[in-house]
């Protein structure tokens, strides 16, 4: 990493990130944080030069899903203030000139593989092991 931009996306001032610059832009859970969460996205895409953006948020399924401490419902996160559908995002790229290559469901088939594994040695250190359920409930939507 050559930088790192700390700021106020809601503020939408983007003036200090070069544009035309970088490669890839992940937002992994970041948007159902934002109201404005659209135009931070059309304002960042300007600064990729020619990669990939990748948009991983809660499912608007998940709004209804049962309550779940570590999150499984867009409620259990009281700074989740808005949801994002993939066919938002998706027109939201193709409006900006980006081609989609992939969206929908987010499951990462090592995770689930994984998953017992990571659910042992969470139990085993005390820590919080819901999050490893995400991928095989399908918490997350992904647009890039």
Known sequence: MTGFY????????FDIIPSNYFDGI??????????NGDEVIKNLLPKLKSGVI???????????????????????????????????????A?????????????????????MPFRIAASWIKGKNYRKYFWDVLGFADMCG
């Open 6 to 13: 700390e700021m106020d996306l809601t503020k939408l001032n």
């Open 54 to 92: 990748c948009i991983s948020n809660i499912r608007v399924k998940k709004y209804h899903a049962p309550s779940m401490y570590g999150t499984l419902n867009f409620k259990d996160d009281p700074t989740h203030v808005r949801l994002y559908s993939v066919q938002e995002l998706s027109q939201l």
């Open 26 to 35: 992940w937002m992994v859970h970041v948007i159902e944080h934002l109201y």
């Open 94 to 114: 193709q409006e900006n000139n980006c081609t989609v290559l992939k969206k929908g469901t987010r499951r990462n088939v090592w995770f689930m593989m994984a």
